[in-house]
């Protein structure tokens, strides 16, 4: 008999299943990557309908079926789509950090500082000024950021300076600090560590 996995996760998307279903993609602390199944979930007097919606924060719980997992409980903690749609921009971003992970990962693969940086990016984006420039430096830096993790960024993180320009010294990527003034000091080089994005996304056959 499988154990219940209770995780932390962000809802990436869904698609309909069955007569009352959806699978999910979900983005999770504990897990990774994974895609889970909740059956009834779109019953208007379904519990976990309001828990679940697209780029919402929340604590689920888990059980391992045959082909996915299955949703048996989750708890919203968040709304990242409520706060963002505001402005519009925010929310694009949002959405094109999911579509890259989803890119990115594949197959079930635990990566807590992964999801925790992501996490921390968004709730910084939340209350981040609504200029297109400050946007698209919060994005190439979030971005940034997430290939260096996985590995992509390879022989290019070398190449430009880009990582004094995030946060001081090469070891801050290990941390999750973010502030408008940083956002500030890597506008200039925006073009550039565009360019290194890209290459290292090519490079990697992604």
Known sequence: ????????????????????????????????????????????????????????????????????????????????FQSLKIAPL??????????????????????????????????FLENLPTEKETILAFETALVLRVLHRLGYLGKHQDTISFAPALSGPASSWKTFDWNEKLLIAIQPKIPDLIAVINQSLHESHL
């Open 1 to 80: 008999m499988y154990s219940i996995i209770t995780t932390s996760a962000i809802v990436v998307r869904f698609r309909n299943s069955g007569e009352n279903g959806k699978i999910f993609s979900l983005f999770c602390r504990e897990l990774g990557l994974v895609k889970a199944h909740a059956q009834g979930v779109r019953k208007a007097n379904s519990k976990l309908r309001s828990h679940l919606a697209d780029f919402s924060l929340a604590k689920v719980s888990l059980v391992r079926g045959k082909n996915f997992w299955r949703l048996t409980g989750a708890t919203a903690e968040k709304n990242y």
């Open 90 to 123: 925010k929310l694009k971003t949002a959405a094109n950090i999911v579509r890259l992970l989803e890119r990115l990962l594949h197959g079930e693969e635990k990566n807590e500082t992964l999801f925790d940086l992501v996490k921390n990016g968004f709730d």
